[in-house]
């Protein structure tokens, strides 16, 4: 059931844009091979840049949820929220952001702007300008071959200290 779950979620339609991704990063249960699992989960991963899209994503699995927990009575299906993390966005011509390219380009650092769900998420879903900024480059994010290039850390702090100035000026 968990499985037959998890392959009707990867066959939902997300929209590009506004950007909308989901991932199940974990299926766990069970004690072994030749067992059937007295309980199991499974991990999905919900974003959006839009509050509307992730509303309805969730929906769209919630409804899922509800038609295959109807279907076997020896199994109950559950949803559990293991994290929250609101939509928010900040617009390129924001004078924060503004800042940011500025301090960038001081050090002599490339600007590679991205939509992300990052602890600037908060403060953005409340009205308060925030962004993410990035202190050296790397490659591979949230993979296990995930690196950094630790050379350009110092040039990644002296442009965070010069955004820090200019913010606070």
Same mark, same amino acid.
């Given at each position: 059931t968990?499985?037959r779950?998890?392959?009707h979620?990867?066959?939902?339609s997300?929209?590009?844009s506004?950007r909308?991704?989901f991932?199940?990063?974990?299926?766990?249960?069970?004690?072994?091979?030749?067992t059937?699992?007295?309980?199991?989960s499974?991990?999905?991963?919900?974003?959006?840049?839009?509050?509307?899209?992730?509303?309805?994503?969730?929906?769209q699995?919630?409804r899922l949820?509800?038609?295959?927990?109807?279907?076997?009575?020896?199994?109950?299906?559950?949803?559990?929220?293991?994290?929250?993390?609101?939509?928010?966005?900040?617009?390129?011509?924001?004078?924060?952001?503004?800042a940011?390219?500025?301090a960038?380009h001081?050090?002599?650092?490339h600007?590679?702007f991205?939509?992300?769900?990052?602890?600037?998420?908060i403060p953005?879903?409340?009205?308060?300008p925030?962004? $993410?900024?990035?202190?050296t480059?790397g490659?591979?994010?949230?993979?296990?071959?995930?690196?950094?290039?630790?050379?350009?850390l110092?040039?990644? $702090?002296?442009?965070?200290?010069?955004?820090?100035?200019?913010?606070?000026?």
């Open positions: 968990l499985v779950l998890g392959a979620i990867t066959a939902l997300v929209p590009r506004p909308t991704t991932n199940i990063g974990m299926i766990a249960g069970g004690t072994s091979v030749n059937i699992a007295e309980q199991a499974l991990l999905l991963d919900m974003r959006s840049v839009s509050a509307s899209a992730l509303t309805n994503l969730i929906n699995v919630d949820v509800a038609d295959m927990d109807g279907e076997n009575y020896e199994v109950q299906l559950k949803i559990e929220t293991v994290g929250n993390r609101p939509s928010g966005m900040i617009a390129r011509n924001h004078e924060l952001v503004q940011a390219v500025a960038y001081a050090v002599g650092a600007i590679n991205q939509q992300s769900s990052t602890d600037a998420n953005l879903s409340q009205g308060i925030a962004i $993410c900024m990035g202190l480059d490659g591979n994010a949230h993979r296990h071959d995930e690196f950094i290039l630790p050379a350009l110092g040039r990644g $702090c002296q442009a965070l200290l010069l955004l820090a100035l200019a913010a606070s000026a």
